[in-house]
C-alpha cells in the first residue's frame, strides 16, 4: 500500500529545468515537497526520499496525508488487564 502511493505521487511529479543547469521537482498538492539537484535523476531520487520523509512526519504526527489512509483498529490498541 505504502510502495504504491510512492509510485503514484512520483508519476504526478512536474520537473522544470533551472537557468542554473539544475533541476527542481515538486509534487503538486503535497507542500513543502520537492527537490533541487545538478542531474534529473539525482533530482528525483532526492524527491522519492522527501516525499518518504514527508508521509513519515505526517504519520508520526497524527496529519493527514492526501489519498492515504492508515486504518488502525483501536481495539487492538486496548490493553486488557
Not at 535523476?41 to 508521509?55: G, T
Request: proline share 4%.
Amino acid at each position: 500500500m505504502l510502495s504504491e502511493y510512492l509510485t503514484k505521487k512520483l508519476k504526478e511529479a512536474r520537473y522544470k529545468l533551472l537557468k542554473d543547469g539544475s533541476y527542481f521537482g515538486e509534487i503538486p498538492g503535497l507542500r513543502g515537497v520537492w527537490a533541487n539537484a545538478k542531474k534529473l535523476e539525482d533530482c528525483r531520487e532526492e524527491l522519492q526520499s522527501a516525499l518518504e520523509d514527508w508521509i513519515l512526519f505526517h504519520i508520526k504526527d497524527g496529519s493527514p496525508v492526501p489519498g492515504f489512509h492508515i486504518g488502525v483498529d483501536r481495539r487492538k490498541m486496548v490493553k486488557h488487564v
